[in-house]
């Protein structure tokens, strides 16, 4: 997921900043994951985020994940990570 994709689910976990917050906050979600702004969250850093419970994470309940779907209503019902922390094996890696 690059910065744009990622900001899409931030705006559904309420985030509200400035175009330049979010490029801190995506640089620092990438940082959190060891992953490249540049290349983006793959599914393994983004099931980290929405299974992190600390401040830095982003966690999400599975029935979260299910009404951000619907609302984005393009990715399919099996390409969410659960709280399990195991993303669908379908997923390409970045």
Do not use: I, Q, Y
């Not at 980290?48 to 990715?75: I, P």
Request: aromatic letters at 8%; one cysteine or more.
């Amino acid at each position: 997921l690059n910065s744009a994709e990622m900001r899409e689910f931030a705006t559904l976990t309420d985030f509200a900043g400035t175009d330049d917050e979010w490029a801190d906050e995506f640089g620092l979600t990438c940082s959190m994951c060891s992953a490249s702004p540049d290349r983006g969250l793959d599914r393994s850093d983004f099931a980290l985020v929405v299974n992190d419970t600390s401040a830095d994470g982003c966690f999400c309940t599975d029935e979260e994940l299910e009404s951000m779907r619907k609302t984005l209503g393009r990715v399919p019902r099996a390409g969410l990570p659960s709280s399990s922390g195991e993303p669908p094996s379908h997923w390409d890696a970045r």
